[in-house]
């Protein structure tokens, strides 16, 4: 049986456990490369609160950021591409 460390598992999972950044995930998985900015305007959301679930994200390993020039620019990495299949697994056997 394969070793798998539980701790990280906790962090990607924390990483998504929370409806906003659901949300977010599915965002960019349609839009990717958005700001912190073009995100909360999108939900109508403070930017503080939206750059607290980005950050989340990236340190769960779900969401990369690129620098742009002054732009920070969010897009899903692999992993976070498929938690998106996996909830998008579970929306579909409710």
Excluded: W, Y
């Excluded at 460390?5 to 599915?26: C, Q, T």
């Excluded at 939900?43 to 980005?54: M, P, Q, W, Y």
């Excluded at 950050?55 to 692999?78: D, F, I, Q, S």
């Amino acid at each position: 049986m394969k070793k798998f460390d539980a701790r990280k598992l906790e962090r990607v999972a924390k990483g998504f456990s929370n409806h906003r950044r659901i949300a977010i995930l599915f965002l960019l998985n349609e839009e990717p490369q958005l700001s912190v900015f073009d995100i909360s305007s999108t939900f109508r959301v403070n930017f503080r609160t939206i750059s607290d679930h980005l950050r989340r994200a990236v340190v769960a390993g779900l969401v990369k950021k690129r620098n742009r020039g002054k732009r920070v620019e969010h897009e899903l990495t692999p992993l976070g591409k498929r938690i998106l299949l996996f909830l998008q697994t579970l929306e579909q056997e409710r």
